[in-house]
């Protein structure tokens, strides 16, 4: 189970911190990621970490979203700055049972509840 938080309103320019808690054992072994969502689109790939840290990001944040994991709080987390309008969505975090990160939608096992960012122009 993925219970994610730290959504919010900010205006163009500022900075959020997503969480995603999970529960359970073999967190470690876990790839994770996060996927957004729009009004009217698809889920899209944001961010990913395969269990010994590497990550990988979609070219619409790279150098801007930063995501990290703390196993021993059995936490992911998407730290994000210099918020543009268009990241406005529900961002949704990932788990699968598999220690390779992938963006594809369709290999996650685990879905959080979501966690709504809106950014102001």
């Known amino acids: 189970q993925l219970q994610a938080s730290g959504g919010g309103l900010v205006q163009a320019g500022g900075s959020l911190r997503l969480s995603c808690a999970a529960s359970?054992?073999?967190?470690?072994?876990?790839?994770m990621a996060w996927f957004r969502q729009a009004p009217g689109k698809e889920r899209e790939f944001v961010a990913s970490?395969?269990?010994?840290?590497?990550?990988y990001y979609a070219d619409s944040v790279k150098g801007r979203f930063t995501m990290s994991r703390d196993n021993a709080k059995n936490t992911v987390y998407l730290q994000m700055n210099s918020l543009k309008p268009e990241d406005t969505a529900l961002y949704y975090c990932a788990g699968r049972e598999q220690l390779r990160a992938v963006i594809a939608v369709n290999a996650y096992d685990y879905w959080g509840q979501g966690t709504q960012v809106t950014v102001s122009s």
């Open positions: 359970g054992r073999s967190f470690s072994n876990r790839a």
């Open positions: 970490i395969n269990w010994i840290g590497n990550t």
